[in-house]
């Protein structure tokens, strides 16, 4: 079965990078048609998307947030890692690694994991 | 930026007909997906291309799309429907594509 697993520090301090790690199992991104894509939720606020990865090594951005993130794969260990520079209090929110078919629905998450900015 | 709008909460009783909107500037042309989130929760796929459910969906949770508003539809609203759900399409623009998630809105059954 597919599943998802986000990694990475709860804390950070203003002004440092933040690196996640989706780990996957149950699909290859290496297969045509699969996308991992980067999604945050503030406590209490909506959804927003980050970023995506494709099996072809095409790269998209939120257009608001694209000069902060990096998004890359290793298709050999199964994972997708993130970075997001310059890391503000705003920032604090719960990170989501999701998987699609193509640039269609996000069919499969991860259960997230909660990201807090502060000094 | 391609915007999608959804109102803030809904409330409905038990056993009636729930309709959440989503509304975006010829969202018809667009294929919207929707998502339940219950708190403490990932989100859930419910709906995707504007009317199929994922397997394991219950037959009450139905879509619509035409014009300028996709609608999600529970139909016989039970308590364990209560949560916030999310509309989301994807945009282009040149070479650039990307995807946009509607505000959200709270289900609350009375």
């Known amino acids: 079965q597919v599943t998802l697993r986000e990694s990475g520090p709860a804390l950070v301090k203003p002004t440092q990078t933040l690196t996640l790690t989706c780990t996957f199992s149950?699909?290859?991104?290496?297969?045509?048609?699969?996308?991992v894509s980067w999604i945050r939720q503030p406590p209490g606020k909506a959804l927003e998307w980050l970023a995506l990865i494709d099996w072809d090594d095409d790269k998209y951005y939120s257009t608001s947030l694209k000069t902060r993130l990096t998004i890359s794969k290793d298709t050999s260990k199964n994972q997708v890692v993130l970075t997001m520079t310059n890391m503000d209090p705003v920032d604090t929110a719960t990170y989501y690694c999701?998987?699609?078919?193509?640039?269609?629905?996000?069919?499969?998450w991860g259960q997230g994991t909660l990201v807090t900015v502060s000094s | 930026s391609y915007v999608l709008t959804q109102p803030p909460s809904v409330s409905v009783a038990p056993g009636q007909t729930a309709r959440i909107t989503c509304g975006g500037n010829?969202?018809?042309?667009?294929?919207v997906h929707w998502y339940q989130q219950k708190p403490g929760q990932a989100p859930v796929l419910v709906v995707y291309?504007?009317?199929d459910r994922p397997s394991g969906i219950p037959e009450r949770f139905s879509g619509s799309n035409s014009g300028n508003t996709a609608t999600l539809t529970i139909s016989r609203v039970e308590a364990g429907d209560e949560a916030d759900y999310y509309c989301?399409?994807?945009?282009?623009?040149?070479?650039?594509?990307?995807?946009?998630f509607g505000g959200g809105t709270k289900l609350t059954v009375l």
């Open positions: 291309d504007d009317s």
């Open positions: 989301q399409v994807w945009d282009s623009s040149s070479d650039h594509r990307y995807v946009v």
């Open positions: 010829n969202i018809g042309s667009k294929s």
């Open positions: 999701a998987r699609t078919g193509g640039y269609s629905y996000f069919d499969y």
């Open positions: 149950g699909f290859s991104l290496s297969t045509s048609g699969m996308c």
